[in-house]
Nanobody
Framework: VQLQASGGGLVQAGGSLRVSCVAS????????MDWFRQAPGKEREFVAA????????YYADSVKGRFTISKNNAENTVYLQMSSLKPEDTAVYYC?????????????????WGQGTQVTVSS
């Protein structure tokens, strides 16, 4: 199983960025997908989750209304569209795949972790 995240970068506060995660080696359409993030010196935290069909989503309060998670089963890809970015959104963002029932807060640890992509928001 591979979860390949990409799309991170440097953006100014108030800007937007979309990160992606392409999955291989698993039946992607059967997996719920999560995004987590970890900032330097801080614990990993849940960001967003989407059910296997895309019909259910959950968000951390800190990103609700600014971030949107979506899933394209035909392309084995999950996206995280981030808008109105703040310096406190700076972190390494990780995608994760899990077969258990989707829950607010995600499952940590999940069944599979992807490698991270760095998002840096400058003030």
């Amino acid at each position: 199983v591979q979860l390949q995240a990409s799309g991170g970068g440097l953006v100014q506060a108030g800007g937007s960025l979309r990160v992606s995660c392409v999955a291989s080696g698993l039946p992607f359409s059967l997996y719920n997908m999560d995004w987590f993030r970890q900032a330097p010196g801080k614990e990993r935290e849940f960001v967003a989750a989407i059910s296997y069909s895309g019909g259910t989503t959950y968000y951390a309060d800190s990103v609700k209304g600014r971030f949107t998670i979506s899933k394209n089963n035909a392309e084995n890809t999950v996206y995280l569209q981030m808008s109105s970015l703040k310096p406190e959104d700076t972190a390494v963002y990780y995608c994760a795949a899990d077969r258990r029932a989707i829950v607010p807060g995600g499952h940590d640890p999940p069944h599979f972790w992807g490698q991270g992509t760095q998002v840096t928001v400058s003030s």
